[in-house]
C-alpha cells in the first residue's frame, strides 16, 4: 500500500512511519522538517519537505505519491498554538482543508485524521463519550474540531473516506517538549535518561494517556476497518488516566533514584483542566475492536527501555 503520513517527522507520525515500512508499505512523509532521529534511520521511506497549508506544495507532494491511505497527522500543538494562533489556524485549519480537497481530486484516497481531547471544552464532566458536546477554548482544540466536522463534511459532499481518532496525551520514547500534555512523556524520558525534571502541572491533575505503541496500533486498525462497521467518522480511544502523582510513583517504581519535583504553571493548569479525566472508547472497541495493551505500568517499563535503547531521540 501506498501511504503518505502528513507530520511524518513529527511524534506520532514518525512512529506510525516506522511501523508502516515495518509491514511492508511504501511510505511517503510530509513535513516542513525534512529529518527526524526517529526515522533517520529506517530505510525506504521518501522525504518531502512540504507545508500543508500551502495548496500548491501539498497538492504537488500528493500528486507524485499518488497515495492509497493519507494519515494526517501534521499540526500544531496547543501549547504552541496559544502562542501562535494564526500559525497554528494556517497548519490545523487551512492544512486539513487541503488534504481533503487534494483527496477529492487524487481519486479519493482514504484519509485518517490525528484529532485530539482538546476538542472538548470546560466543564464537559470526568467522563466523555461519543456523544458529549465538544466546545473547546483553546485554538488547538478549535482547529481540531473544525477537522472533524470538515471531514465528516466531505465524506458526506463528495464521497472522501475520512476516519479520526480523538487521541488523548500520547507519551513514549522521542516525544519532546511541545503541547500541553508533554510533561506526561517527559516525566518518563527525562528521569531514565538521568536528568532531573519538574512537572509543571498539579499532583492531583488526571488526564487520559495512551502508549505510542498502542496509539500507532489504532490509527492502523481505524485505517483498515471495513467501513460497513463504522457507525460514525470520528473515535475517541484512551489507555490509562492516572494522576501525575501515580504516574510519578510509576517512574519512581521503574526508576528508583528518579529525580521528579512539581511546579505547576498557573496558565499550563488552566489548559489541561479543560480536559476530560476519562474517555469512554465503547465505540471504537464496538465498532473495529480498539482495546490498549499497555496499561500504566506497562507502559512506563517499556518506555523506559525505549529510552534507554534511543539516546539520540529527543
Known amino acids: 500500500m501506498r501511504v503518505v503520513v502528513t507530520g511524518g517527522t513529527g511524534f ?5 512511519a516506522r511501523a508502516l515500512v515495518e509491514r511492508g508499505d511504501e511510505v511517503t512523509c510530509l513535513d516542513v522538517v525534512r529529518s527526524s532521529p526517529l526515522i533517520d534511520d529506517v530505510q525506504g521511506i521518501a522525504m518531502v519537505r512540504c507545508d500543508i497549508g500551502s495548496w500548491a506544495e ?77 466546545r473547546p477554548t483553546t485554538i488547538y482544540g478549535v ?13 458526506r459532499r463528495f464521497g472522501v473516506d475520512f476516519r479520526a481518532i480523538r487521541l488523548p496525551s500520547v507519551i513514549g520514547a522521542g516525544r519532546g517538549p511541545g503541547g500541553a500534555s508533554a510533561y506526561s512523556s517527559l516525566v518518563v524520558s527525562e528521569p531514565a535518561r538521568g536528568r532531573a525534571f519538574s512537572l509543571p502541572i498539579e499532583e492531583r491533575t488526571r488526564i487520559p494517556i495512551v502508549y505510542i505503541k498502542d496509539a500507532v496500533a489504532a490509527l492502523m486498525a481505524l485505517a483498515e476497518a471495513d467501513d460497513s462497521s463504522l457507525h ?44 476530560p479525566e476519562v474517555v469512554d472508547a465503547s465505540e471504537a472497541l464496538a465498532d473495529w475492536g480498539w482495546r490498549e495493551r499497555f496499561d500504566l505500568r506497562a507502559t512506563v517499563a517499556d518506555f523506559v527501555a525505549e529510552a534507554r535503547a534511543h539516546p539520540d531521540w529527543p
Open 58 to 134: 501539498l497538492f504537488h507532494a500528493l500528486h507524485d505519491a499518488q497515495p492509497d491511505l493519507i494519515v494526517h497527522s501534521a499540526g500544531i500543538l496547543s501549547a504552541f498554538a496559544e502562542d501562535r494562533p494564526q500559525a497554528a489556524y494556517h497548519a490545523n485549519a487551512t492544512g486539513t482543508y487541503n488534504v481533503l480537497e487534494a483527496a477529492t481530486m487524487l481519486g479519493h484516497p482514504r484519509v485518517v485524521f490525528t484529532s485530539t481531547i482538546a476538542t472538548y471544552g470546560p466543564g464537559v464532566g470526568k467522563i466523555v463519550d461519543e456523544g458529549t458536546q465538544q
Open 232 to 275: 460514525r467518522r470520528s473515535y475517541g480511544i484512551a489507555g490509562f488516566s492516572p494522576t501525575a502523582a501515580e504516574l510519578v510513583a510509576a517512574v519512581c517504581a521503574e526508576i528508583p533514584d528518579a529525580d521528579i519535583a512539581f511546579r505547576p504553571d498557573p496558565g499550563l493548569v488552566e489548559i489541561v483542566d479543560t480536559w
Open 12 to 16: 506520532v507520525g514518525a512512529h506510525l
Open 143 to 155: 482547529t481540531k474540531t473544525f477537522g472533524e466536522l470538515l471531514g465528516d463534511y466531505f465524506w
